[in-house]
């Protein structure tokens, strides 16, 4: 558990930044000239070691979380990044998806921050599941009845629908088992089992919608047992800005490499939503090999790497007071 949060926090920015350079890159043009380190300029003409909104948001919901839980400091920091108050990496906001947006606008018109997330089925971007890591840390000695609560909380002040909450529920399972020391194959079928008899038992979707996750959960369509997601070949990968696709791939990326740095270059690699599928893989990534073996060069090119290692520390004495 020790350095569990810093661990985690650095692969969600380190992959973050990884991808900011070739952001809507397709695959194809990332196999001809594949990342292979931190790059300067590219697509939103940063320099190396620059994270983006990804990052931004899943370090305002850490700096939050070193108060207490509380939605509405949540969304005040949100606001305050929205604002290049707070969490820029150079003072000024270069990267903010649509639902994201119009969420952070209600925000500021006063609605409730549980209210602000949109809820139709167009509303399903990849914007909570790119920054709820750090909730994890709040919520992993909680029933699971409660983690749920909370994770669809904090996804619903930008990301409403059932879809983005299970898709941030799942994620936060499956590294849940992670963080408790588990191998990933045993954290993988673990989760699987936890949600579906979760779901099962609980009315909180449909089945049909319940079926949207039937790669990751390897549930039975119909008539039709399909292919488990760790044996999808790449061209079955999708890798938009659509929270299932974002989901699918970071933990196939996980799933079938074997260290944090082919991990989250297989993610970025993918091309599309490089920054978020990089983020999303990082910070599993992060946790499952540890700060040290994330490589050194890339923490070091990190943008307010110390800024962020200060906010890491101050969550943990928040929530570990004991820890060594």
Same mark, same amino acid.
Not at 24 to 40: G, I
Not at 287 to 297: R, V
């Given at each position: 558990m020790?350095?569990?949060?810093?661990?985690?926090?650095?692969g969600?920015?380190?992959g973050?930044?990884?991808?900011?350079?070739?952001?809507?890159?397709?695959r194809?043009e990332?196999?001809r %000239?594949?990342?292979t380190?931190?790059?300067a300029? /590219? $697509?939103?003409?940063q320099?190396a *070691?620059?994270? @983006?909104?990804d990052?931004?948001?899943?370090l305002?919901?850490?700096?939050?979380?070193?108060?207490?839980?509380d939605?509405?400091d949540m969304a005040?920091?949100?606001?305050?990044?929205?604002n290049?108050?707070?969490w820029t990496?150079?003072?000024?906001?270069f990267?903010?998806?649509?639902a994201t %947006?119009q969420?952070?606008?209600?925000?500021?018109? /006063? $609605?409730?921050p549980?209210?602000c *997330?949109?809820t @139709?089925?167009?509303?399903?971007?990849n914007?909570s599941?790119?920054?709820i890591l750090?909730l994890?840390f709040y919520i992993?000695?909680l029933p699971?009845?409660e983690r749920f609560?909370?994770?669809?909380?904090?996804s619903?002040?930008?990301?409403?629908?059932i879809r983005s909450v299970?898709?941030?529920?799942i994620y936060?399972?499956f590294?849940?088992?992670?963080?408790?020391?588990k191998?990933?194959?045993?954290?993988y079928r673990?989760?699987q089992?936890?949600?579906?008899?979760?779901l099962?038992?609980n009315?909180?979707c449909s089945?049909?919608e319940?079926?949207?996750?039937h790669r990751?959960?390897?549930?039975?369509?119909?008539?039709?047992?399909l292919?488990?997601?760790?044996?999808?070949?790449?061209g079955?990968?999708?890798?938009s800005g659509?929270v299932?696709a974002?989901?699918e791939?970071s933990?196939w990326?996980?799933?079938t490499?074997?260290s944090?740095?082919?991990?989250v270059?297989?993610?970025?690699n993918?091309g599309?939503?490089?920054?978020?599928?990089?983020?999303i893989?990082?910070?599993i990534?992060g946790?499952?090999?540890g700060f040290?073996n994330?490589p050194?060069?890339?923490v070091?090119?990190?943008?307010r790497?110390?800024?962020?290692?200060?906010?890491?520390?101050?969550l943990?004495?928040?929530?570990?007071?004991?820890?060594?």
């Amino acid at each position: 558990m020790k350095n569990s949060i810093k661990s985690g926090i650095f692969g969600v920015c380190i992959g973050d930044a990884l991808g900011v350079p070739v952001e809507f890159r397709s695959r194809d043009e990332l196999r001809r %000239s594949p990342v292979t380190t931190m790059r300067a300029m /590219g $697509t939103h003409r940063q320099p190396a *070691g620059t994270w @983006s909104d990804d990052s931004s948001l899943a370090l305002c919901l850490v700096d939050s979380l070193c108060v207490g839980y509380d939605l509405e400091d949540m969304a005040l920091k949100f606001l305050q990044w929205y604002n290049e108050e707070i969490w820029t990496p150079h003072g000024s906001v270069f990267d903010i998806g649509i639902a994201t %947006s119009q969420a952070i606008r209600r925000i500021s018109k /006063g $609605t409730s921050p549980n209210l602000c *997330g949109g809820t @139709s089925e167009f509303d399903n971007g990849n914007g909570s599941l790119m920054r709820i890591l750090p909730l994890l840390f709040y919520i992993k000695d909680l029933p699971i009845e409660e983690r749920f609560d909370k994770v669809k909380e904090v996804s619903s002040i930008t990301h409403g629908h059932i879809r983005s909450v299970l898709a941030c529920f799942i994620y936060l399972e499956f590294t849940l088992e992670i963080l408790t020391g588990k191998g990933k194959w045993e954290a993988y079928r673990i989760m699987q089992e936890t949600v579906r008899d979760f779901l099962d038992h609980n009315p909180i979707c449909s089945q049909e919608e319940m079926n949207k996750f039937h790669r990751i959960l390897e549930l039975k369509v119909g008539e039709y047992d399909l292919a488990p997601l760790y044996t999808l070949q790449d061209g079955e990968i999708g890798s938009s800005g659509y929270v299932l696709a974002s989901l699918e791939a970071s933990l196939w990326c996980f799933l079938t490499t074997e260290s944090y740095s082919e991990a989250v270059l297989k993610a970025v690699n993918l091309g599309d939503d490089t920054d978020t599928t990089g983020a999303i893989t990082g910070g599993i990534a992060g946790i499952y090999y540890g700060f040290e073996n994330i490589p050194q060069e890339w923490v070091s090119d990190l943008v307010r790497k110390d800024d962020i290692e200060n906010l890491c520390l101050k969550l943990e004495k928040k929530l570990f007071p004991n820890q060594e």
